[in-house]
């Protein structure tokens, strides 16, 4: 099981979103993706991405400037 | 059992490609989504850096269709690739710089190419045969086709039965008869049977989903490209032109104003790489200047910043001046006055 870390800081949605697809299409089922985010859209946009493709959505935290967004790799095709 | 035919759909986030995918899933088809990404869309921007839209919930609304039709949506990166749509467009532009028949054809193509690469059989477009004046029409949406090099797998369930029937529709992947004949610029349609498939609280057509199609977008860009001497761009010109006032006082450089704390706090971002400045004596907005910046220009801008600042009727305002290698220094300047602003100044 690995873990990949993504920034996406200073980008606008959808390109975090983008990123994290990138990321995740290289991952196995169990892997851990986390993704370092600035836009506020995020919390709404990669949660629904997860959905949509399978995947868990663990934590996301929010700090003053950034979010992190902790995602567990479901079964990929 | 046989394995389902699978389409991919194109997914604006709109009313119509949601009903034209959920129209092919009702005849037993695995559809997929993909939604493209250009750099112009409106989608989410706004909301993400005006701090008057904070509060409001935002959502991606080509996810949230995905989400309704319980469809995979893949989201796909043509920022680069679509420069030349942009700048060449081979069917020219709308009343903007909106180069809409030639990215209906670029975007039906990379779907065909997407097709291809993953074994799908059809393309599904929420495309209605007089809805939009240069893309839409009955005239151009056999161009889409044919150059898109989609050509009969291109299917367009929501007027499919006012056009010739398409691959799947002849191979009985389709029922024709369960597709549709919509036409015109009326909703009522469409309104109809997203209420019949109970589809609520769904995007509402709001001139369009791309900065393109908006006029004073365009005399930006326009302004962009004629004082470069050049018609590129990168992802960071396009995102600028959305943010701030944006003014022209001389014609070799360029002020982007920020109007409110959350437009201050986007272009924070590009402070490296432009010459900025900020008022230090009074609340206001952090500007960027864009061109050649010589001594006349920083006091020009300065004062113009001053102007735009709550020191407008001070006598002096303090400002401070970053250059793009970190150092600074400050000008007391006084605020010009609003009358004299050419409005020419305004882009």
């Known amino acids: 099981m690995s873990e990949t870390r993504v920034d996406a800081r200073n980008l606008l949605c959808p390109m975090p979103v983008i990123r994290t697809q990138d990321a995740v299409a290289g991952c196995a089922p169990g892997d851990r993706v986390s993704v370092w985010c600035t836009d506020p859209g995020v919390v709404y946009d990669i949660p629904a991405w997860c959905r949509v493709h399978g995947h868990a959505v663990c934590d996301i935290r929010q700090g003053e400037n950034e979010i992190i967004i902790e995602i567990q790799v479901g079964e990929t095709d | ?347």
């Not at chain 2, 035919?5 to 009903?19: N, T």
């Not at chain 2, 393309?123 to 029409?137: A, L």
């Open chain 2, 1 to 347: 059992m046989n394995n389902p035919r699978k389409a991919v759909a194109l997914i604006s986030g709109g009313l119509d490609s949601l009903l034209a995918a959920r129209v092919v899933m009702e005849q037993g088809v695995h559809v997929e989504g993909i939604n493209f990404f250009t750099g112009f869309c409106v989608e989410g921007h706004t909301h993400a850096i005006r701090e008057k839209d904070r509060a409001r919930p935002k959502r991606n609304n080509a996810l949230w269709s995905a989400e309704q039709l319980g469809i995979k949506l893949h989201i796909v990166d043509i920022i680069e690739e679509y420069k030349d749509v942009v700048i060449n467009p081979k069917h020219g532009y709308g009343a903007n710089l909106n180069p809409c028949l030639d990215c209906k054809i670029f975007m039906v193509n990379k779907a065909h190419e997407w097709l291809e690469a993953h074994g799908f059989d059809f393309i599904i477009t929420g495309e209605v045969i007089g809805q939009r004046p240069m893309s839409q029409r009955k005239d151009t949406m056999p161009v889409v086709a044919r150059d898109s090099g989609a050509g009969d797998r291109l299917v367009r369930p929501l007027c499919a039965r006012n056009l010739p029937p398409t691959l799947p529709e002849l191979e009985g992947w389709l029922d024709r008869d369960k597709l549709f004949g919509f036409n015109g610029r009326s909703r009522k349609p469409q309104m109809a049977l997203a209420a019949q498939y109970g589809f609520e609280d769904y995007a509402q057509p709001a001139g369009g989903c791309c900065f393109l199609t908006d006029k004073q977008y365009s005399v930006k860009l326009e302004d962009l490209w004629k004082t470069r001497g050049t018609r590129e761009y990168d992802l960071d010109d396009i995102m600028l032109l959305k943010v701030g006032r944006h003014l022209r006082p001389r014609a070799d450089f360029k002020m982007i104003v920020g109007r409110e704390e959350g437009e201050n706090r986007f272009m924070e971002g590009y402070r490296k790489r432009f010459v900025h400045m900020i008022p230090v004596s009074h609340v206001g907005p952090l500007v960027l200047l864009d061109g050649e910046i010589d001594d006349a220009a920083i006091e020009l801008a300065a004062r113009l910043t001053a102007r735009f600042s709550k020191g407008r009727d001070a006598e002096l305002v303090t400002i401070e001046v970053n250059n793009r290698k970190g150092g600074s220094h400050r000008l007391d300047v006084t605020p010009i006055p609003a009358d004299e602003i050419p409005a020419d100044w305004y882009i």
